[in-house]
């Protein structure tokens, strides 16, 4: 039986699989069915990730011929040629697993440029440097993603040195030959997917362990071609707080791994609306009528070339727990959200960080002030400053991790860690999207020093002002009552709910039963105890299976801490509890 294991995105018809394709290309689709503007691509399915593994990680013959194919009409579209002038088409190969996994899978930029295609391009733009600054680039990309090569790379050697110095570490080198590169990249975003960090990744989300990844093959454009031309991400609200205003950051002169590696720092979304204020226009249009279709937070990684906008991808936001709670009560007020969904896009964990301690006010006048950079997940977060973490560590988070920037392979120690600190870098940068996603307070950008600065000692990490303060400053809770986007979802899921939640008032609730004396019981034992109690009280009912446990119990009335929390908890059991009757 013959199968395509590729589909052109700009001719893909009705609306194809997110399974099949993963979200990036999906979204590339999307773009493209909206008629905004996206370069052309195709992308190789899921299934032919799967058939790769199944045959040894092997590319097979026919999928050869369907790339290969591909390329073709990509060809044919722009009117270029790939692997040779006189107008070199060169594309970008990327991840792009069915679930969003930002940061956690690789990409490969400048790819089809060798000695012959640096000269071509060159002429073309008529800018021999750009050729070189690309060429550069791409080796510099391949030799790390597809060789493997980990050695910290100078763009400025130049192609020929960086080629050089990779085969003398490795003992092999870059092919000239740009199918070779093109089958090469493919099968290392095809491995990508089984790393270690992706592993770690899905493990920690309770995603499918054989999730595979797509690869999307795109007709590059170029951030770095000239001052008219940089590259930038936009958040359509601000996804640190919630706030209904765009967030971004723009590079000029550079291409997306400049500002997702934190090599350089980026400069705000506003530099671009001075530098272009027409392609900033058009952005923002284009962001919002994203949003409108799509109901939520949009990501969008776009690229300047020579004055003309391409978005390169969009996506559903990663957000700290408080934009996500402000993000799903604003949406509900704007009409674009019944109840139900609003609800649906806050978890428990994500209400529970939203009320996380924040510092007493007046708490760091007389503090030490040891680095202050661009906070961009909100959060107190208090331990010894770490550029090492003991890999071992298998207990609850503990201590800050300082690094100058970070990368995919850092997301074990990321997990192991109470906050984030870096010297390099943005808002948009690896550490800051990887620190929202898992929700931990992170300050990037400090400078350089700020390792030496608080390496081994005591800290407390402010990821809303930037601050890293020497010591542990004294924090409080905030209260529910107070936030009107908290109250909102609080009284929104109290009328969805079967189980009634009242907080914790510091007096004894007359017949409740106290649990907290056995919170290390295992759940069994604690539902058992709880049959035939009609209210229960603890601090335990902050874990989900806690508070399924009281539902499974037949209690009437939980009292916890926090009432939007477990309301939303109670609410999650009762959908899977739905589900898994009707799956029988």
């Known amino acids: 039986m013959s199968r395509n294991w590729t589909l052109d995105l700009s001719e893909a018809g009705g609306e194809p699989s997110r399974e099949l394709i993963g979200g990036k290309a999906w979204s590339v689709w999307w773009m493209s069915s909206m008629d905004l503007p996206v370069p052309p691509a195709f992308v190789v399915t899921t299934e032919a990730c799967t058939d790769y593994f199944e ?26 040629s790939f692997g040779r002038g006189p107008s070199p088409l060169l594309v970008s190969v990327r991840s792009g697993a069915s679930v969003s996994m930002p940061g956690m899978m690789d990409t490969v930029l400048n790819l089809g440029i060798n000695d012959e295609v640096v000269g071509a391009l060159g002429a073309e733009a008529d800018d021999a440097a750009f050729a070189v600054d690309t060429y550069a680039r791409f080796c510099a990309s391949y030799g790390e993603i ?13 192609p020929e040195k960086i080629k050089a110095d990779i085969e003398g570490r490795l003992g092999t080198g870059i092919p000239d030959d740009p199918w070779e590169q093109l089958f090469a990249a493919t099968e290392a975003v095809f491995r990508s997917s089984r790393s270690r960090r992706a592993i770690t990744y899905r493990k920690h989300y309770g995603l499918p362990e054989d999730l595979g990844t797509a690869v999307t093959i795109q007709a590059m454009v170029f951030g770095n071609l000239d001052e008219h031309s940089g590259t930038g991400v936009l958040f359509s609200r601000n996804p640190l707080d919630g706030e209904p205003t765009p967030y971004g950051e723009f590079l000029a002169g550079g291409q997306g791994e400049d500002v997702v590696s934190g090599r350089v720092d980026p400069q705000p979304l506003a530099d671009l609306e001075r530098h272009d204020p027409d392609a900033f226009a058009q952005l923002i249009e284009s962001s919002a009528k ?17 004055g003309k906008l391409y978005l390169l991808q969009a996506r559903a936001a990663k957000r700290t727990g408080e934009a996500a709670v402000r993000i799903a009560a604003d949406l509900y007020r704007e009409g674009r ?18 009320m996380r301690r924040r510092l007493v006010e007046g708490s760091e006048e007389g503090a030490e002030l040891l ?45 192991r860690s109470t906050g984030i600190v870096t010297e390099r870098g943005g808002s948009t940068s690896h550490a800051a999207v990887v620190g929202r996603a898992l929700d931990k307070p992170c300050v990037v950008g400090c400078g350089d020093g700020t390792i030496a600065a608080v390496a081994g000692r005591v800290v407390t990490v402010d990821g809303t002002s930037g601050n890293v303060y020497a010591g542990e ?5 905030p209260s529910e009552a107070s936030d009107e986007h908290l109250r909102l979802l609080a009284d929104l899921a109290a009328e969805a709910c079967r189980i009634e939640v009242m907080p914790m008032t510091g007096e004894p609730v007359p017949g409740a039963l106290d649990l907290d004396p056995y919170a290390e019981e295992e759940t069994e034992e604690l539902e058992r ?29 939980i009292v916890a801490p926090l009432r939007l929390p477990v309301l939303l908890a109670a609410l999650a059991v009762g959908a899977d509890q739905k589900a898994g009757a009707g799956r029988a």
């Open 55 to 80: 045959r040894g990680e092997k590319l097979s013959d026919s999928l050869r011929e369907e790339i290969r194919a591909g390329v073709g009409r990509l060809e044919q579209r722009l009117g270029r």
């Open 146 to 158: 597809v060789l493997g090569d980990f050695e910290e790379i100078r763009l400025a050697d130049g």
């Open 290 to 306: 994203l949003e409108e279709v799509n109901r939520d937070v949009q990501d969008i990684e776009f690229t300047l070339e020579r």
């Open 337 to 354: 959200l019944s109840a139900a969904e609003a609800l649906a896009r806050v978890t428990p964990e994500q209400a529970h960080t939203a």
């Open 371 to 415: 680095a202050s950079g661009l906070g961009s997940c909100p959060g107190i977060a208090v331990g010894i400053a770490d550029s090492e973490p003991d890999p071992g560590h298998e207990g609850p988070p503990e201590g800050v991790l300082v690094r100058s920037t970070t990368a995919p392979d850092d997301l074990a120690a990321m997990l």
């Open 473 to 477: 400053l004294a924090t409080e809770q």
């Open 529 to 557: 105890r709880m049959v035939g109690a009609r209210v229960v009280e603890g601090q335990l009912f902050v874990e989900k299976a806690n508070v399924a446990a009281a539902i499974n119990a037949g209690c009437e009335t």
